[in-house]
């Protein structure tokens, strides 16, 4: 079976031998939540072998972190290739993100807008620390393709979601790994709309459905409230975009954004 190696304060699977780095195979940044389960099934679309890795900094709405092994387990029953190329899980402990962080998404306080014009809910250089260790594991893995679902359309404003960040971010892993590194950013130009039609065009309804009834967005991690276009507590800015974003959806169930993406 596969090797598990338990490092504190990461938790990784083994490494690969070099003949496994000729296959194709990404790395997806999943937290569960709408945008990287539809980053995923993207991923898993496009890639040979699928892993993902996940990140406890102390959220506020941890329950997400349920959400996604969830999610990992009802993906293999939708699609043949789903169960034939989802690999395995990697979980990092990124408490010391936490503990410096404070803001409303590591701490229970109000969400609201501060002076510099972003919500308090901005974990700062949050994606760069991912993505840092992302980039780390998929040296460690084998792998050359590295898959988020940050977007540029209608987010909440977080500069490390942009796509001159990103962009940024390959060229210096790139350099700091001596290897090539791809970042695939396939909801970046799309908004929420467009990310549950892509959903939907992806793996038809079984998928959307899945999308809506177990991903998680909300800031303060409500899994009792349910409205149509999933549970949360449908006031906080997660919520209020998605729940925008779904009734755009319906009324445009086929756009799915820029098609060479798709």
């Not at 979980?91 to 972003?118: M, Y």
């Not at 060229?171 to 039609?197: E, N, Y």
Request: aromatic share 8%; net charge negative.
């Amino acid at each position: 079976g596969q090797r598990i190696e338990r490092l504190q304060p990461v938790r990784l699977s083994g490494c690969v031998t070099a003949a496994a780095m000729t296959t194709s195979r990404a790395l997806v940044l999943f937290s569960g939540g709408q945008d990287s389960t539809v980053a995923l099934a993207w991923a898993l679309a496009r890639f040979d072998e699928v892993e993902t890795v996940g990140f406890d900094y102390g959220q506020r709405h941890r329950v997400e972190l349920e959400c996604r092994q969830v999610i990992r387990g009802k993906l293999p029953a939708l699609s043949p290739i789903y169960a034939e190329r989802l690999g395995p899980d990697h979980f990092v402990d990124l408490a010391a993100l936490g503990a410096i962080s404070e803001t409303a998404l590591t701490r229970d306080t109000e969400i609201a807008f501060a002076e510099t014009g972003l919500p308090t809910t901005f974990v700062p250089g949050r994606n760069l620390i991912f993505l840092s260790f992302a980039a780390a594991l998929a040296y460690r893995r084998g792998a050359r393709h590295i898959v988020l679902g940050v977007c540029e359309t209608d987010y909440s404003g977080y500069p490390d979601c942009r796509d001159d960040t990103i962009k940024a971010m390959q060229v210096a892993l790139g350099l700091g790994l001596d290897r090539r590194l791809v970042l695939h950013t396939p909801l970046m130009w799309r908004d929420k709309a467009q990310t549950f039609a892509l959903a939907k065009a992806l793996g038809g309804e079984p998928l959307l459905d899945l999308v809506i009834e177990d991903s998680h967005s909300c800031y303060l991690g409500d899994r009792k409230t349910r409205h149509g276009w999933g549970f949360g507590c449908g006031h906080c800015p997660a919520c209020e975009l998605r729940a925008k974003g779904y009734a755009a959806f319906l009324a445009s169930p086929d756009d799915s954004g820029p098609s060479h993406d798709t």
